[in-house]
């Protein structure tokens, strides 16, 4: 059921109410659109489980260590987001950002260079290794899943030879160490928290009032007030947790405050979701991602869309790589290697983003991530082997695929493509 009004100047504006929206929303969950819901229900009954199997791991302490643990996962399946929204797959991501994060070290410790010129060269990498790989499947047609399984094996060698074979360099730049180890101070900590709620409350408010001066369908406010008090809450209790004290020995090391890591995800997340959302790039990228044909009749530049894709997604792989770097105070031959592409490309499915393209946000990376790193923490805490871990881990990423090959055929039968 819906209400209209009309503005002083004439304007119709149709007010659903929130029985409506929630009708409207489960009928859409009905037609195969799903998601990050199924992901977000996972990650409540995971952090259920482990929470009652281990008290710890509702601890001030783990919950900070989930932030730093999940970091590179988040970040390159961020970048991966991108890639899958066109169909294609990038394989290369886990070394790539091993390599970035190789590049910095290697310019910190052996050349002597500051963080604030590493760091930008470390970025700048990635980003040229994206633009050489959607160059390549762009320009010369060759499947992404070739070209980025041949620069996979490449980006190992490369890695070896700028570490000298197996050597490992360490890093002793304090802001380098401080991105994936240290804290905002509690005072700093409560002021992230309520900007980003009082922001939040801004924008929805903004989005509704916006719309409805132009006459366009708004959310009831109730729906409104339950989203920002549902975030409220999140990050409000988040914070009292996080702001309590975490060291053993409080009187010569205290430790306290949320991660430094977690405002450079939120950041990257409402940067990448504004782009999406918002900007014609990413209504061009959604267009070429559901049917590349239609958007190049359309005029959509497709080449240059399926070339960015590929930057976007290597440069986010270096920041995880320069995270990872600073979360072990090192970078080795084995940096981006082992289960980082696996996990990566796991938390971008598992959170909602499509493998067929055309369907996923950035906040896909971030649900996904939180999943793969709460099943990791918490078997670990449990006591289970890394081969347990994986073999969960891996099904829980076939059960996200199932979902999302079922819900694109309820919505095909249905007409919600």
Known sequence: MTTTTTTAGGVKVVKPTVASHINDYWGRVRGGDLGSLP??????VLCLIFGVARDTFFGALNFANLFSQGAQYIFIAMGLVFVLLLGEIDLSAGFASGVCGAIMAILLTNHGWDWYTALPAAMLTGIVIGFVLGFLVAKFGIPSFVVTLAAFLAFQGILLKLLGGGKNISITDSFVLKLANSNLSVALSWAFAI???????????????????????????????????????????????????????PVINSVKGVPIVAPIIAFFLIVWTFVLGKTTYGRHLYAVGGNTEAARRAGIPVDRIRISVFVIGSFMASIGGILAVSRANSVDPNTGGSNILLYSVGAAVIGGTSLFGGKGKAI????????????????????????????????ILLIAASVDALARRRAASTGNR
């Not at 980003?196 to 409104?224: S, Y």
């Not at 920002?228 to 999140?234: E, N, V």
């Open 364 to 395: 896909n990376a971030v649900v996904g991530g939180a999943v793969i790193t709460v099943i990791d923490n918490g078997m670990g805490l449990m006591g289970y082997t890394a081969g347990t871990k994986y073999i969960v881990t891996g099904l």
């Open 39 to 44: 992901a977000v229900l996972g990650l409540i």
């Open 195 to 249: 900007i980003a709620v009082v922001a939040f409350a801004l924008v929805q408010l903004n989005t509704v009032r916006t719309r409805a001066a132009r006459g366009l369908v708004t959310d009831p406010m109730g729906i409104v007030l339950m989203r920002i008090g549902a975030l409220a809450i999140i990050i409000l209790v988040a914070t009292a947790i996080l702001t309590q004290e975490r060291s053993i020995n």
